[in-house]
């Protein structure tokens, strides 16, 4: 029999984007090919290099400011990943007349991109029509004097406007120009003259999407450019399993009266990163016997991109010797790409977990849903994996993946400088 941890979601929220997994049953894309584990985790590898390199030599600090928000605007989130299996995506509304695209949404990306006509060198496969500029009544190229085009870290200029140039940690690339468009969040949340790239030249896994909606805290990601209209508050629910779905919502009513708050830290130089403080962990109840130096010399990231969470060495090492002794019952299984604690469940009726908790400042427990602890590699859910790994370095940053976010309302309030978290979000 196999072990069954679905949530399910009552009721709904028309406000909502709905959130699948990419390769779901609820995508919308049709894939003929999944990435097979084994190449989702090295991806998964390949983002947290990219991530450790980009803030490896920066130090973080706390800011914070007070303001309410202004408006608001959910939308369902679906299942997809670094960027073709682990990470979610939504659909989005792009130009008059809207058009609507499947796009990965991304808290450690700033730009928000799709692929447009014509595509000069390549453009991926994608289920989604090439968006079209010319079918558009209100788009328009950024001008290379315009002072949106020096806010890219990487741009160019050609006879026709600004360019723009986004490559990712597993190689992946989007090149085009920077322009202005309407976006449309939901038929009554519309953000005009919206900053986007309209990519000519793309290439990497992005596993049929039309392209990525950056959630990230530069200037140029959709939480800054539409702070006035959302009060600097978005919230997404990632869901437990592949076949279910979550929510991206932006706004104050995006939040719930039983969000938990921790701090949220920021790197002046790398401010595309939300930082928090995770200061212990529990495995059974009980907590593990690390040093509060070992999280505070690496500090912590959240992210939506990364599929698994990365911990400092001695804290890894910690947290897989408490799991494997509460654990000591069940029959071992080879290890598997990051994973080293892995169990074979076959036989097993019903099987014991021990609760895992990540414990952050400000007093904040998040209790980790089953989904958040144990990563199973089939569908037949007889082997799993512990579903964390450690860094190689004890410097090198800690990532909050997206697994261990399962099932969380998870909210980002950008004016009051914190991160939130409620249980039985999705």
Known sequence: MGISYYVLLEGSDEQRLNLVHQHGPCSPLHHKKNLSHKQILINDQSRVDWIHRQISSSTFKQQGKLQDSLASATIPARSGSSLNVGNYIVSIGIGTPRRDFSVVFDTGSDVTWIQCKPCVDYCHPQEDQLFDPLQSSTYANISCGSPYCSQLSSDGCSASGCLYSVRYGDGSYTVGFFAQDTLTLTPSNVVPNFRFGCGENNKGLFGGTAGLLGLGGDTTSLVSQAYQKFGGVFSYCIPPTISSTGYLAFGSSSTTTNVKYTPMLTDPDTPTFYFLNLVAISVGGQNLPIPPAVFSTAGTIIDSGTVIT?????????????????????????????????????????????????????????????????????????????????????????????????????VYDISREVIGFSPGGC
């Open 310 to 410: 990365r911990l400092p060495p001695d804290a890894y090492s910690a947290l897989r010797s408490a799991f494997r002794q509460k654990m000591s019952g069940y029959k071992s299984a080879p290890a598997m790409e990051l994973f080293d604690t892995c169990y074979d469940f076959t036989g097993y009726n019903n099987i014991t977990i021990p609760p895992v908790a990540l414990q952050f400042d400000g007093g904040v427990t998040v209790k980790l849903d089953l989904s958040g602890i144990l990563y199973f590699p089939s569908m037949s859910q007889s082997q799993a994996c512990l579903a964390f790994a450690g860094n190689n370095d004890s410097n090198s940053i800690a990532i909050l993946g997206n697994t261990q976010q399962r099932t969380f309302n998870v």
